[in-house]
């Protein structure tokens, strides 16, 4: 559901009676690795004009303080992703007679990084109302502050084979290593060492995200100590888990095993 500043049920409706214009609501982008796809962003005006407006647009790489209007706190998100892999234009048109205009957002589906940002802003301008958006009426009470920024939450998808490497080591992660071949034996991923801790326990490393072609491939993890991950000091393990294409969903799991020696072999086939 888009929150414009069109949205009004009051002929004492704020929006309709002074010159605000707004993002549409923030969204997710998915993105396959290594393809493009362009986003189609709106801005929406309260107002019609009798002649073209051009908003100038910024992508914001600094955070901004949190704000507060009608209290509701501006959105102080900024742009995480590498500016080498997206594009925005300088600036979009609301033609004459019109209350929204849309503008191209190009994105590349490489090294962008899961979940990363793209925050964009409209310039202030003399007689527009750009630092915080407003939606609702004043006479129904429901005015509602929108964030003066649009924010996209980038995130790459899988068309091959999505595959997650969970870690969780215990007390002594510096003697946990791993390494990942593909049916070539040549090293694709690898892991290690980790942190030793104070205490026993299980430390889960972060998520491993793979997105690999159909073929062989190889899991094999060490012990530099020969006792394992699970062999008194923490129960430690590995896990090797399909995914879905957006790595939210797990699949059926390949291998989990914390209790070996010197180390321990998967070999598995995907798909």
């Known amino acids: 559901m888009v929150s414009s500043c069109e949205d009004k049920s009051s002929s004492d409706d704020v929006i309709g009676s002074q010159n605000f214009v707004s993002f549409e609501n923030n969204s997710t982008v998915l993105v396959v690795g290594g393809e493009t796809v362009v986003k189609q962003a709106k801005v929406y005006a309260s107002q019609v004009s009798s002649v073209d407006r051009v908003l100038e647009l910024d992508v914001i790489t600094a955070p901004i303080s949190a704000a507060t209007v009608v209290g509701v706190p501006t959105n102080p998100t900024t742009t995480t992703a590498n500016p080498s892999y997206y594009s925005v234009p300088a600036s979009v048109t609301i033609p004459a007679g019109s209350k929204e205009a849309s503008f191209p957002i190009e994105i590349q589906g490489f090294d962008i990084g899961t979940g990363r940002t793209i925050a964009i802003e409209i310039k202030p301008q003399p007689g527009l109302i750009v630092a915080s958006s ?10 509602t502050a929108n964030s003066k920024r649009l924010v996209l939450k980038i995130k790459e998808i899988c068309d091959k084979n999505p595959l997650r490497i969970q870690i969780a080591t215990d007390r ?12 070539d034996f040549a090293v694709i991923a690898s892991g290690g060492p980790y942190t030793d801790q104070a205490a026993s326990g299980v430390y889960l490393k972060p998520n491993i995200d793979l997105c690999l072609p159909s073929g062989s491939y190889t899991f094999v993890v060490y012990d530099e100590y020969s006792d394992g991950m699970n062999s008194g000091y923490g129960a430690g393990y590995y896990r090797l888990v399909n995914m879905n294409s ?16 010197a180390n321990d072999v998967v070999e598995f086939t995907l798909p």
């Open 134 to 143: 407003l939606s609702g009426s004043l006479a129904n009470n429901n005015l």
């Open 172 to 183: 002594y992660g510096s003697e946990t290593t791993w390494e990942l071949y593909d049916g």
């Open 246 to 261: 957006d790595f939210t969903v797990e699949g059926t799991q390949i291998a989990k095993n914390g209790t070996f020696g």
